[in-house]
């Protein structure tokens, strides 16, 4: 079974700082990893993905994710955060054979401050 | 972008009663779920279906839910006997691939479910 822990459930920046969400995972085997957003009324949105092949995934909006397999993370990275990147953002994962059926975090609310 | 619609954005119904979420997926997509989130809780998987069948389920997912295809366009979820604790943020998604690598899910904005 797999199993996603996200550090902090309210993360708060000023604008144009450092975004750094925390994300970890336990899983038996080889996982693909997921950062979803959730803006206010609105559906889950892929930001990006992991799968195989190169560790560090950029996404949409100028976020990325490193996969670190020995520290068993998948922290999401923006250099300089946005008003409009206030959001709920959730990390996820699945098994490489399934990767339709996800397991999330319990999601981190992202506040930036002007 | 093409998008998944969830009807109603908001249900009430009292406990015991029966309840349809309904879901537009994306025309083109074959795969359909149904994902949930209780307040306060994780998104949870419920169910994936695929070619009329259900095809993963969680342990959540008991007699009292059910999903339909029922004309081709709308994918439903029907709770029979609502109870309590069904209270919470029900999400459909859809996705075109047929998994591994390439998958990826479209979330619709939710169906906010309260049972009193």
Known sequence: ?114 | EPEVTQTPSHQVTQMGQEVILRCVPISNHLYFYWYRQILGQKVEFLVSFYNNEISEKSEIFDDQFSVERPDGSNFTLKIRSTKLEDSAMYFCASSEARGGANEKLFFGSGTQLSVL
């Not at chain 1, 206010?40 to 397999?69: D, H, M, R, S």
């Not at chain 1, 993370?73 to 923006?78: E, M, Q, V």
Request: hydrophobic share 40%; net charge neutral.
């Open chain 1, 1 to 114: 079974a797999q199993s996603v822990t996200q550090l902090g459930s309210h993360v708060s920046v000023s604008e144009g700082a450092l975004v750094l969400l925390r994300c970890n995972y336990s899983s038996s085997v080889p996982p693909y990893l997921f950062w979803y957003v959730q803006y206010p009324n609105q559906g889950l949105q892929l930001l990006l993905k992991y799968t195989t092949g190169a560790t560090l995934v950029k996404g949409i909006n100028g976020f990325e994710a490193e996969f670190k397999k020995s520290e068993t993370s998948f922290h999401l990275t923006k250099p300089s955060a946005h008003m409009s990147d206030a959001a709920e953002y959730f990390c996820a994962v699945s098994l490489a054979s399934s990767a339709r059926q996800l397991t999330f975090g319990s999601g981190t609310q992202l506040t930036v401050l002007p």
